[in-house]
């Protein structure tokens, strides 16, 4: 019974996983973002940085979108992580 049991969660928790994988595949894009009112620019090098609105009013610390592109109006681009950072 305890086998039978581990076996359905270990299911239940990889179907979860699976699903959540490729909800995310299909998520926000430069292209999304700058039309929402987000700036959205072309750092060289390092891809596509899309800043939220408001993002530069003196706050300590800024949260940038980065995806793996070189154009900003890109509609389908791979999102390569955040970067949050931090003003002096």
């Known amino acids: 019974m ?4 581990s076996f359905i969660l270990v299911f239940l928790v990889l179907a979860v996983l ?8 299909h998520g926000v894009s430069p292209a999304q ?8 620019v072309n750092v060289p090098g390092l891809g ?4 939220a609105p408001g993002a ?3 706050t ?5 979108l980065v995806f793996d592109t070189t154009d900003p109006g890109a509609v389908d681009a791979p999102f ?5 950072l931090i003003r002096d």
């Open 48 to 51: 596509v940085h899309c800043f």
């Open 18 to 25: 699976a699903i959540s994988g490729v909800a995310s595949a």
């Open 2 to 5: 305890v086998k039978k049991l």
């Open 80 to 84: 390569h992580g955040t970067e949050i």
């Open 33 to 40: 973002l700058s039309s929402s009112g987000w700036m959205c």
């Open 60 to 64: 300590p610390s800024v949260q940038v």
């Open 56 to 58: 530069f009013a003196s």
